[in-house]
């Protein structure tokens, strides 16, 4: 089985960094696109941004210049570095991969933009 996990979530002020890790354990035999997710509470959930197992990303306009993704093959883990964050942005933040050919989502982790 396997099983997404993300950490390093919040309480941080305005204008503040956070680095939010996600592993991927269990029995793993293919580990393509990753991404971080986000959701206001009784929104949608939005895309962040996303990388594929070579490295190439994408970022959604709202998070470009302030957000970075990157990912760790060896050790199957995704990361979100996070900067100048706001006080609006949405809370609560889903670890996505593709693994084994299926699409699999962590249980999130919360971010908290004091102002």
């Known amino acids: 089985q396997v099983q997404l996990l993300e950490s390093g979530g919040g309480l941080v002020q305005a204008g503040g960094s956070l680095r939010l890790p996600c592993a991927a354990s269990?029995?793993?035999?293919?580990?393509?696109?990753m991404g971080w997710y986000r959701q206001a509470p009784g929104k949608h959930r939005d895309l962040v941004a996303t990388?594929?197992?070579?490295?190439?990303?994408h970022y959604a306009d709202p998070v470009k210049g302030r957000f970075t993704i990157s990912r760790d093959n060896s050790k199957n883990m995704v990361f979100l570095q996070m900067k100048r964050l706001k006080p609006d942005e949405p809370s609560d933040y889903y670890c996505?991969?593709?693994?084994?050919?299926?699409?699999?989502w962590g249980q999130g982790t919360q971010v908290t933009v004091s102002s």
């Open positions: 269990g029995s793993i035999f293919s580990l393509k696109i």
């Open positions: 996505n991969a593709n693994v084994n050919l299926l699409t699999e």
């Open positions: 990388i594929t197992e070579g490295g190439s990303t």
